[in-house]
């Protein structure tokens, strides 16, 4: 195995490099870069707030509830990338590289909890293990014990949160971890068998290491959803700093507070990127021979029992356990399941993702095009700089941008006073085009991965022949990247409008008012102790979730059987972590196609 950053190929390829073969065109370029630096104004917001304004009572805050905020951040997350990594890594290993009853059908389930968001799943658990629960209640029954007779955990508690967290959020290791197993070649795993280590051992030697960037990729992405969570530490009580910030600025009134909070929030997403990072080094790890696939490990008796349970467990806890139970409540009430107010809820919530995610993506077609016609250090910046949005939680963002478009409706409504004798109002606040703004900036990096692998894939000899013939640039971005993109453009804007369906904390904070989603509705109804009822909104989410996460279970199988192939955008919108370029450097990959693929 070899490192491919050391290696001669790598040094070739970047001197024959070069663009795909039609010329930049400026105003789109500057058009990109407009949108690129958009997607900052919330951090510049808080910056420009936090250390230009006086007030607030940050240092009152930090003597009191600072260190709840901060040690409660950090065991949560601890815990769930912990939890994640093993569940994720197990349950990879054994679904690609053991033969065992009910493997195929393991490897698609183990996905299903993508489509489970996290506040859902805790309403599910809140109402099974309280203490008037069905759980706790049949304990009773059965034992004639009293309240104080015994003990049960706690589920709203830290400990519950990260569990429920960890249920949830095991797919992205177990994704990453899985498509890095099965493109490993079975030279080195049985290298090592040969020389006498058993397959545990040549596991952790050989076949860990090799996934090792893969697996941390997941984690971080565990992690950075993990800091970004507020539907589930709310429902269950647990101080962090979601919670905090938006305590701190609807329920105190102190903005400044709130946005120092949220830039301390930030540091710690910068730091797990950080982390993630320094676990790769830099480096991408290769098997420079075409090696042949591995052969699985057949597994009988008590091993087959156990990887049995192994893989069933997380499916249970993360998605059959919660959705069943959902459904039992909901089916439990006499209740119209699409009365009026229902079926406007869902009409909101189409609306929103269903705009959001085209523009979303409309803003990742330009950013990517513009890369791909002027390639270069600029604009591969401004790209990745789009993408961090994705690493920053959504009560970040909404906080962010509720800073300047307030100052603008402010400033707008004095001057046309001034000027016309009329106010305009709140033009961009509490509207729309300001959640639509948030969604943007929140989920730009999964569509503009997977627009990025998709134009990766078409050849620049398509554009040179275009521009031959006549065609301009934008020509032939509609008569030829188009049709060939639209299976690309379908999964990303799939996965963007599921996305921004499940998103919370932003859209609660800048919807309009009176303005609710399904999931704003699950989430009051929850608060107000109402499982019942909320049942019916988690549900219609789930059951809308489930769409893209078929389609993913469908795809990674599908990868399974070309261990060297490049990622599809279907796989690279899903796992590609912010920043990165799922695809890698589409010049490149070309140049060396007869060398290396990365892991």
Known sequence: MADTAASPIHHRTRRRRRGPGLPGVPWLTGLAALLCLATLLPLLALLVTAFGSEGGAFAHYAETVLGRYVANTLVLAALVGAGAALIGVA?????????????????????????????????AYTYLLQHPGPVQTMLRDITGWGPRDYWFPDIRSVGGAAFVLMMVLYPYVYLLARTAFMQQSAGAFEAARTLGSPPWRA?????????????VGGLALALMETLADYGTVAHFGVETFTTAIYRTWFSMGDRVAAVQFALILVGFVLLVVALERAGRGGRRFADTRAGRPFTPLALTGWRAAAAIFVCAAPVALGFAIPALTLLGVGLSIDVDWLDARTV???????????????VTVL??????????????????????????????????????LLL??????????????????FG???????TIAAVVFAYVVRFLAVSLNGVDAGLARIAPSLDGASRTLGAGPLRTFVRVHAPLLSGGLFTALLITFV???????????????????????????ASDERL?????PSLYIVAVGLLPVILLSRQIARTGQRPAAAPRPFEAAVLALPGETPAGDAAERRAGEGGAQPL
Not at 95 to 121: D, I, K, N, Q, T
Not at 404 to 421: E, I, R, V, Y
Not at 532 to 536: D, F, G, L, V
């Open 344 to 358: 406007g809820l869902i009409g909101n919530t189409l609306t929103l993702a269903g705009v959001g995610a085209a």
């Open 499 to 525: 996305d921004i369906m499940k998103e919370l904390p932003a859209t609660l904070i800048l919807r309009p008012f009176n303005f609710d989603t399904l999931a704003i509705r699950a989430y009051r109804l």
């Open 91 to 123: 349950a990879a290993w054994l679904v690609s590289m053991c033969r065992f009853p009910g493997r195929r059908l393991f490897s698609l389930l183990l996905v299903l909890p993508l489509a489970m968001p996290g506040y859902v799943s805790a309403y």
């Open 532 to 536: 019942e009822m909320a049942a019916i």
């Open 363 to 400: 803003v990742a077609v330009v950013i990517a095009y513009a890369r791909r016609l002027s390639p270069g250090r600029l604009t591969t910046a401004l790209a990745h700089l789009a993408t961090f949005g994705y690493a920053v939680p959504g009560a970040v963002i909404a906080v962010g």
């Open 424 to 430: 305009t109002g709140l033009l961009l606040t509490g």
């Open 404 to 421: 300047p478009l307030g100052a603008f409706d402010q400033w707008l409504h004095k001057l046309t006073m001034a000027t016309f004798g």
């Open 203 to 215: 596991f952790c030697g050989v076949a860990m290491p090799l996934a090792r960037p893969a697996i």
